[in-house]
């Protein structure tokens, strides 16, 4: 009898850590806390470069859990044919990349991706607690973020083990704005980047204010809209902020039928809210910066068009060029297309792209938006940024967002 008491208990608990762990995963979405490993090809130049160093983060331990806890999906998601045939791919890849090891643990972020989409594609979630955990983080993440931009420095202390890095105004190559002649420190919360930190609220915005499942809980779903969007313009990201005034513009345009005025009113607000955060100015040689690093991209793609360099492997082959810019240049191209397409090479770039088009065509059944949304949202601040593909954090929000998009279509 004891025994059976015991049993019933360990199952119990056994399926509420296994009922936790995917709102778990949404709370540490934005944290960055992790072990990287430093090797000798980590370093360009003598500079430590963190592209370049493998890393064991917070949320991976969370990844591992929900492996542990869903066997049975994780057997089922090896056995899908078209993720074995996409590694064989990969595989040639890791053959004809100038940096393997990063290569090989760029293919590892790649199936962590894949189980994610997997794991959330399959499993049904309750977006009460969806919400309850992105909610809770956010708050957190407002309160770095207004510290930071007030104190022009890092918190530290506890937050540390969520992420957030050491920095202040005086760091090198630390992003700032000069509004009406006084430098600013742009806000990083826990994020490598401002302009991550604004992407990745822009998706999860987006996500939530298009879909319908988050309408019943009116009051969690506005208050986490509200502080995204606080997010998102504290950022100074002119253009995570142009796209989130595109994704609104299109979103009320759809249902301005129901209130003509309150469509012309929010978008207007919207606006006149915006120009505020279009007026700091910041780093001035930013389009030089970013204009060389496309010239450089296109050149690594002519000489590696079929394989690429492989993945992961972009910053290390872009260290060849000599470039104007030496503190800026150990990052990569500024544009997620051009960026993938130098990594893998233009056969299975297109192939891929082919791929994506006629697997979101077939499962997208067209009952919301919300893809398109989405779409406009990561295609726009694609074209600018490198951070969908190249940072934790809004690399996996990719894979939820989705998996949970596609799913309740």
């Known amino acids: 009898m004891e025994r059976f008491i015991k049993k019933k208990k360990n199952n119990l608990i056994f399926s509420k ?23 000798s ?40 044919k078209k993720i074995i045939f996409f590694f064989l791919i990969l595989s040639l890849n890791l053959f004809f990349s100038q940096l393997k090891p990063i290569t090989f643990y760029s293919i590892l972020k790649v199936f962590q991706f ?43 202390g506890i937050f540390y083990f969520l992420g957030e890095r050491h920095f202040n105004l005086s760091t090198p190559g630390i992003a700032k704005i000069s509004f009406f002649g006084k430098e600013i420190l ?109 010239n450089q991209s296109l050149k690594i793609i002519v000489k590696s068009p079929f394989f690429g360099v492989g993945l992961g492997a972009y910053v290390y ?10 503190l800026f240049f150990n990052q990569p191209v500024h544009n997620i297309f051009l960026l993938l397409a130098s990594e893998i090479g233009l056969p299975f770039f297109l192939g891929l792209a082919f791929f994506l088009f006629n697997f979101f065509k077939k499962n997208y059944k067209k009952k919301s938006n919300t893809f398109y949304y989405l779409i406009i949202a990561i295609f726009f601040t694609g074209f600018f940024d490198h951070y969908w593909l190249t940072l934790k954090q809004n690399f996996l929000v990719l894979a939820f967002i989705f998996a949970e998009t596609l799913k309740r279509s």
Do not use: W
């Open 17 to 39: 850590i296994k009922f936790f762990i995917p709102y778990l995963f949404v709370f540490l979405l934005p944290t960055q806390l992790g072990r990287h490993f430093f090797f």
């Open 41 to 80: 090809f980590s370093y360009l130049n003598g500079l430590r470069v963190d592209y370049l160093a493998p890393t064991i983060y917070l949320i991976d331990i969370v990844f591992i859990l929900m492996i542990f806890f869903n066997l049975n999906l994780f057997f089922s998601f090896l056995k899908e």
């Open 114 to 156: 894949l189980f994610v989409f997997y794991f959330f594609y399959k499993t049904k979630i309750d977006y009460f607690f969806v919400l309850i955990s992105f909610l809770s983080i956010t708050i957190i993440e407002l309160f770095l973020a207004l510290y930071q931009l007030n104190f022009g420095k890092s918190f530290d």
């Open 186 to 294: 742009r806000p990083y919360g826990t994020f490598s980047h401002p302009n991550s930190l604004a992407g990745f609220y822009l998706l999860f915005y987006t996500f939530i204010l298009s879909t319908k499942n988050f309408s019943q809980f009116f009051l969690l779903k506005n208050l986490c809209l509200f502080l995204s969007s606080f997010l998102i313009f504290f950022s100074f990201s002119k253009v995570a902020i142009f796209a989130f005034l595109m994704v609104n513009f299109f979103y009320f345009l759809k249902i301005k039928k129901d209130c003509l005025l309150c469509f012309f009113a929010k978008v207007v607000s919207f606006f006149i809210l915006s120009l505020i955060f279009f007026i700091p100015a910041g780093d001035r040689l930013s389009f030089l910066k970013r204009i060389e690093l496309l």
């Open 317 to 326: 082959s872009q260290s060849k060029f000599v470039s104007f810019y030496p």
